[in-house]
């Protein structure tokens, strides 16, 4: 970001203090089969922001970006699945295409084969039982650990996962970027506002 011309190089000048947060880029959200596509939604409308985001991810780890994904999943006894979260969000744990959805170690739960994480272990992988990757995780243990102050922010959905993620992290007193391109909703109003 501080070489080459990218557009948040001026706002980026000491990339050791930044991190690329991708956030739920999961087969559950983004793939047919998957827990989003059995609420009702469509996944094309998630799956156009993979190539952007593949972009950015390509550019942070060529510049040494600091990497970290987060999924969104349940422990497979659902034992950290609130009583409200199971009422609302039917489906959850039940078996769907391609195994238990929403549940950890499951496929539904891998990150899209575009966006996956380094082999070499060098990208954290958050996973966390809410909508915020703050919740009930050690991610700002670890941005703190390794001096992060700024998130540069790509992720699904953009009204629920991104946007308690980022409230939360401003409230922690991270500066956030979130880039609109690489970042939606499975209804593009929400997503807009």
């Known amino acids: 970001w501080i070489d080459g011309d990218f557009p948040l190089n001026s ?12 956030i739920d880029f999961q087969n559950d959200f983004l793939q047919i089969g998957g827990f989003g596509e059995k609420l009702g939604n469509d996944v094309t409308s998630l799956r156009r922001v993979i190539a952007p985001t593949k972009s950015v991810l390509s550019h942070a780890r060529s510049v040494g970006v600091r ?5 969104e999943g349940h422990r497979p006894n659902l034992m950290d699945l609130t009583p409200l979260k ?3 969000c039917n489906g959850i744990g039940k078996e769907g295409l391609h195994g238990r959805l929403m549940v950890r170690s499951e496929w539904g739960n891998d990150i899209v084969p575009e966006l996956m994480p380094a082999t070499d272990g060098s990208e954290c992988v958050i996973d966390k039982p809410g909508k915020s990757a703050f919740f009930q995780t050690d991610l700002e243990f670890i941005l703190r650990n390794t001096n992060i102050d700024t998130l540069i922010v790509c992720g699904v959905t953009t009204e629920i996962c991104v946007h308690s993620t980022v ?20 209804f593009d109003e929400f997503h807009s506002v």
């Open 11 to 22: 706002l980026l000048r000491d990339r050791s203090k930044v991190a690329l947060l991708l």
């Open 67 to 71: 990497v970290i994904h987060t999924r």
């Open 86 to 88: 199971g009422e609302h």
């Open 167 to 186: 409230r939360d992290a401003t409230d922690r007193g991270f500066k956030c970027i979130v880039l609109d391109d690489c970042t939606a909703s499975y």
